[in-house]
């Protein structure tokens, strides 16, 4: 009786085992020259098993991650970090576009023309144009994290030193003392927006795309507010006020961005290369 009650338990073992893998060799003729030649190629063949598994998990691929899921997900230090890129971003192009309200009017009691401001407004872009290319080029050197600083702090500055032009002469002078202002507000401007492209590639791989699309919403949010933040602050406190508190807010993030955003000096995606 207990040999015959082995053999059942035995053939369901063997029934149950998995199947393994075996290594087949299949001849497949080919044509050289005048002649005919058999090659032989070993090919894997897998259980039915492991191939059910893999269309399984064909079927069902993971989820992505809903708008909710990929904020928490992120530490507060993550959370502080991308907000000050975001201030960064909000501010560069509210510096560009809060002087429309006001400036030309103030610009014609300096007995400028609208050619003349019509050079100040277009030279702001002219300069991020044409820098950010040697910016995105020497990146390296300077580092990502030191580059959003230097010109978060440069641009506050040029900011503040904007709102005090009208203290000085009509005619050329304010024509060229606003031009020059405008084109140093540009270049730090043009840090902030680069590097902080580059702080977003390295800090947060897996979601880039997520956190790009949040440095370009306040990009467009400076652009909307811009024109309204320059109005009501000249409306307060006249042509000073709204260059002073923009380059207060850029110059207090500066400080911030110190102890909140990661350095990558000497690990940038982009490098030089030396011939």
């Known amino acids: 009786m207990t040999q015959e009650s082995s053999k059942p338990d035995l053939n369901r073992s063997l029934q149950t085992s998995p199947t393994p893998s075996k290594i087949i060799e299949i001849n497949t003729p080919f044509l050289k020259g005048n002649g005919k030649y058999i090659s032989r190629v070993k090919v894997k063949q897998t259980p ?5 598994d893999v269309e399984k998990s064909c079927e069902n691929p993971p989820k992505e991650l809903s708008f909710f899921d ?10 502080a970090m991308i907000g000050l890129l ?4 909000l501010c560069s192009t509210t510096a560009f576009s809060c002087i429309a309200p006001f400036y030309p009017d103030e610009a014609k009691l300096k007995k400028l023309d609208v050619i003349e401001i019509g050079i100040i407004f277009g030279a702001f872009d002219l300069v991020m144009i044409i820098t950010s290319p040697l910016f995105g080029k020497y990146m390296h050197i300077f580092g990502a994290k030191k580059m959003f600083s230097l010109g978060q702090f440069f641009a506050g500055i040029t900011s503040i030193a904007f709102g005090f032009l009208d203290l000085l002469p009509n005619g050329p ?3 060229w003392a606003s031009l020059l202002v405008r084109c140093a507000q540009a270049i730090g401007d043009t840090a902030i927006v680069t590097s902080a492209l580059v702080i977003c590639a390295k800090s947060f791989p897996g979601q880039m795309s997520f956190i790009v699309g949040i440095m ?3 990009v467009g949010l400076g652009y909307t507010i811009g024109p309204f933040f320059g ?9 000073k006020l709204p260059f002073i508190v923009l380059g207060l807010i850029l110059v207090f993030a500066t400080i911030a961005g110190l ?6 000096s000497g690990n940038l995606f982009f490098s030089s290369n030396k011939k």
Do not use: C, Q, W
């Open 48 to 52: 039915p098993s492991e191939n059910k």
């Open 70 to 79: 990929k904020f928490s997900t992120l530490s507060t230090k993550e959370f």
């Open 86 to 89: 975001a201030l960064g971003n």
């Open 173 to 175: 002078i304010f024509f």
């Open 216 to 218: 370009e919403t306040f």
């Open 231 to 239: 109005g009501v602050f000249y409306e307060l406190g006249g042509f």
């Open 259 to 264: 102890f909140l955003i990661n350095d990558f």
